[in-house]
């Protein structure tokens, strides 16, 4: 039972533009056979596959949903039920590149899962399964803020068997796949003083880097190369310092921006782990 | 302890031309005393609506609604009585109508107001009538039963005697709180959606009227052309599950893609 937590879903507007970000700025590749211009663009860093969609009626845009890949999705979800029979898992249509199924957590936290090997993976994804890639710039880590976030912590320890990284304790949950770490995050009403409550759910993502002050100059030549590279202002006024400080609490990142659509992004030199 | 449901919030990167939407269609008056850098603030005599720009690592859409009760002291109390894991917290006090940010047992976020406080902006002028007015704001959440208890034993809101839907169905007297239940399974063919706010609706004069004043808007001005719905396999999906509220009968959506369905006459 080796999971790979190792997709990441991004709706957005501006979907097109914020695919070529990741492309510009971090080395992500689009797959050998992607999937339909009009539909979602997925890229990948060799290991982790993020797919921006196109953002539909009725929906929010940014951080949507995570995935995880599992060596066999019906003890997956066998598990799953064992932990908590309330919860559910739905099958996905197959023109899905990743998901075979969508399930969510105790607090409803909502994640797909793709089973690696049965080629049923599309675009990239398939791409990802087969070369391990190495890349200097790949996705570290995956933030989800949430209120019941021990019994969540649990909830994907228990199911994917990702260990609890014994980090010092600052009230996160650190769950480990060897490469990526899913930061459960508690979300408390009492964070947001002096700003907008955040809803639960993904908070930002974290990428491994050569070096911070390379991502730091390259992101003021790809905005002098094009101006639509400029991801959204972090820290001005009162509210949007406030904003930065919770964001600065994750102490995986050390440089913090966002992308065009306005999902936060922390990088760090070296292992996240 | 009567509360009323009369704040909803947007957050939008288009919340300027959005607040024009509903200004143009819905008939919706702007603040008399607007702040332009932040959000546009609207009103329909009784609900209270902000079209905040989107901030960083915020999601878009819609966002929150909001609550004002007599008695904030006293809600606070109350909340914390239905479950001492609830909590609430100050806000800033620049905000026009929360004096405090609290939420269900979903953890759903919602604004409260006391009636009594310094309200700005169209929160201190909303007493007029028009002919369209906001008729319900509905949240779809995991825990609906427990959340419609909270609703009900919180703020006294009336769950309304409607054929059995396994929705909830609360009232203000004006109105409609309503609370489906999120399953996983309403999702087959097509991306599950997070819990929360799922829609709002507007009771109107006539239907048909709304109908051709969208296409005669969209003729002045293309930007107000709101989202296609019910196209391809997927959105014929979404809109099919949008279509399950009773409450509404013409289904649009607005600039940002928000979920509006509008009926005549009164829903309580």
């Not at chain 2, 919706?28 to 959000?39: E, G, Q, V, W």
Request: glycine share 8%; proline share 6%; charged share 25%.
């Amino acid at each position: 039972m080796s999971a790979r937590i190792n997709h990441a879903a991004i709706t957005s507007d501006h979907y097109a533009t914020n695919a070529r970000f990741y492309q510009a700025l971090f080395g992500m590749t689009t797959g050998k056979k992607s999937l339909p211009p009009a539909r979602a663009i997925s890229i990948g860093d060799g290991y982790v596959g993020m797919t921006h969609i196109p953002r539909r009626d009725g929906r929010t845009s940014g951080l949507d949903h995570f995935g995880i890949e599992v060596d066999d999705i019906e003890d997956t979800i066998a598990r799953m039920k064992k932990f908590d029979p309330e919860l559910d898992a739905l099958k996905r249509p197959p023109i899905r590149p990743y998901a075979a199924y969508s399930a969510h957590d105790p607090d409803t936290n909502i994640f797909d899962l793709s089973q690696r090997n049965i080629g049923f993976q599309k675009d990239v994804y398939a791409d990802n399964s087969e070369s391990d890639r190495a890349q200097p710039r790949t996705i570290s880590h995956i933030a989800l803020r949430t209120r019941n976030a021990e019994r969540c912590a649990h909830f994907y320890a228990e199911v994917f068997g990702l260990p609890l990284l014994n980090r010092p304790s600052d009230g996160n949950y650190y769950l480990s796949d060897g490469r990526v770490t899913l930061v459960v995050i508690p979300w408390k009403i009492e964070d947001y003083h002096g700003q907008d409550p955040a809803r639960t759910g993904l908070d930002h993502i974290g990428f491994k880097v050569e070096s911070v002050d390379q991502v730091k100059h390259d992101l003021e030549f790809l905005i002098g190369e094009n101006p639509h590279m400029r991801g959204r202002a972090l820290g001005y006024g009162s509210e949007g310092a406030e904003r930065l400080k919770l964001f600065k609490k994750c102490p995986l990142g050390c440089h913090h921006f966002t992308d065009i659509e306005g999902v936060y992004i922390d990088v760090a030199n070296g292992e996240a782990q | 302890m009567p509360a009323r449901v009369n704040h909803i919030a947007i957050a939008s990167d288009h919340y300027a031309i959005n607040g024009k939407f509903y200004e143009s269609l819905f008939g919706m008056k702007p603040s008399s005393k607007p702040r332009p850098a932040r959000s546009v603030v609207l009103g329909d005599g009784y609900v209270g609506m902000n079209v905040i720009p989107r901030r960083e690592g915020r999601y878009s859409g819609l966002d929150h609604f909001g609550i004002e009760v007599d008695d904030l002291e006293d809600t606070i109390a109350r909340i914390a009585k239905f479950d001492p894991s609830l909590h609430a917290v100050k806000r800033p006090p620049i905000r026009p109508f929360a004096a405090y940010s609290a939420h269900d047992p979903d953890a759903n976020i919602f604004d409260l107001s006391g009636p009594k406080m310094d309200k700005k902006d169209v929160y201190a002028e909303n007493n007029w009538t028009q002919a369209r007015t906001i008729s319900h704001i509905a949240l779809r959440t995991r825990h609906a039963e427990r959340c419609a208890q909270f609703y009900v034993e919180v703020f006294g809101l009336t769950p309304l005697n409607r054929p059995k839907d396994d929705n909830y169905y609360l009232s203000d007297g004006r109105m409609i709180l309503m609370i489906i239940p999120w399953k996983i399974s309403d999702y087959y063919d097509q991306d599950p959606a997070r819990t929360g706010l799922d829609h709002i609706g507007f009771k109107v004069e006539s239907v048909d009227a709304v109908k051709r004043d969208m296409e005669f808007l969209i003729g002045e001005n293309p930007h107000m052309r709101g989202r296609a719905l019910g196209y391809g396999s997927e959105g014929e999906a979404r809109l099919k599950l949008f279509q399950k509220c009773p409450l509404g009968c013409f289904h649009l959506s607005d600039i940002e893609g928000v979920h509006i369905d509008v009926a005549e006459g009164d829903l309580n």
